[in-house]
Every structure is written in C-alpha cells, then in structure tokens.
C-alpha cells in the first residue's frame, strides 16, 4: 500500500476506523496532540492479532515521536516486528527518528524499506527531503579527498534522473 501524498504523516488506507482517520486528519494538520489521542483509541478498538493493529501502533508511535517523546520509536519498533513487510511503518519509524535526531536510524529505515518497496513515494520523499550521501567512490581515501570528491562529482552528473 503506497502513499498517494508523500508527506502524509501516516499511510492512507481502505478499511480504517474512524478514530484512526480523524487522527490523520489532524496529524496532517499537524495538531499531534490529538492525533496521538485518535491513535491511542484506534489500537485500543482492536486487538492484537488485528490486521491494522501494526499500522495503529506505528501511528502512535509517530505521534510519540513528534511531540518529543522518546518512547514512540519503540512503538514504532514494535510495529515493524510485527510486520516486517509493511513498507509504511518503514517511513512512520524513519520520520520518528529524524523528529528525534537519530539521523543514522533514519537512514538504515529508509534504506530497509527501500529495499521493500524502491519506488516508494514517502520514502524517497523522505531521502531527497534528508539528503543522501553516496558512499565514496574510493573508500580507503576519505570524503574531502581531491580524488574522490572529483569522481563523486562525475558520477553525480551521469545519474539517470
């Protein structure tokens, strides 16, 4: 299930209670406050084993995470334990961590659901908004080489766009 708007603060998606679509709703508002409260509702109306109740937790754990709280990118974390393989909680774990500063836990979830899913809008969206940095093209010389900046440059030119 992709994102048709990239920047949606969590994954648009069929078959959602209302708790959880008002909780959208305002986290696209940005009011997170009450979208952790919708979230917190919409996982409390179903239980474990419920399709949703990744993505429901994954939500909350976003909303955690953008009003400061540390413990959303466990929620985040136990969401995507539950289900590896849905792409969307990639980019709700990827966000949380760049809100929270983990830059480098940003990057390693982006890159797993990349994996997942390369064309992924959210997630490249996310990327580009970050910023990417190739690996250099010679590693035993360092980034600021000469060298390696000169060759970075070449191969940044003749990327297919």
């Given amino acids: 299930m992709e994102n048709s708007d990239p920047w949606?603060?969590?994954?648009?998606?069929?078959?959602?209670?209302?708790?959880?679509?008002?909780?959208?709703?305002?986290?696209?508002?940005?009011n997170w406050r009450a979208a952790l409260d919708c979230f917190s509702r919409a996982l409390q109306q179903v239980d474990a084993f419920h399709?949703?109740?990744?993505?429901?937790?994954?939500?909350?754990?976003l909303a955690r995470a953008m009003l400061g709280q540390r413990s959303g990118l466990n929620l985040c974390r136990q969401a995507l334990t539950d289900a590896p393989e849905q792409v969307d909680l990639y980019e709700n774990l990827a966000r949380a961590c760049v809100e929270l500063e983990q830059r480098k836990k940003a990057v390693d979830a982006l890159a797993k659901g990349l994996r997942l899913a390369p064309s992924h809008n959210g997630l490249r969206t996310l990327q580009q908004h970050m910023g990417y940095r190739h690996r250099p093209i010679i590693p035993g010389l360092g980034?600021?080489?000469?060298?390696?900046?000169?060759?970075?440059?070449?191969?940044?030119?003749?990327?297919?766009?």
Avoid: M
Wanted: proline share 9%; aromatic share 10%.
């Fill in 143 to 161: 980034r600021e080489n000469p060298i390696n900046r000169f060759l970075g440059r070449l191969r940044y030119r003749h990327q297919p766009v």
């Fill in 51 to 61: 399709e949703n109740h990744p993505l429901y937790l994954s939500a909350k754990g």
């Fill in 8 to 30: 949606s603060p969590v994954p648009s998606a069929g078959t959602h209670g209302e708790d959880y679509q008002r909780g959208r709703h305002f986290a696209a508002s940005g």
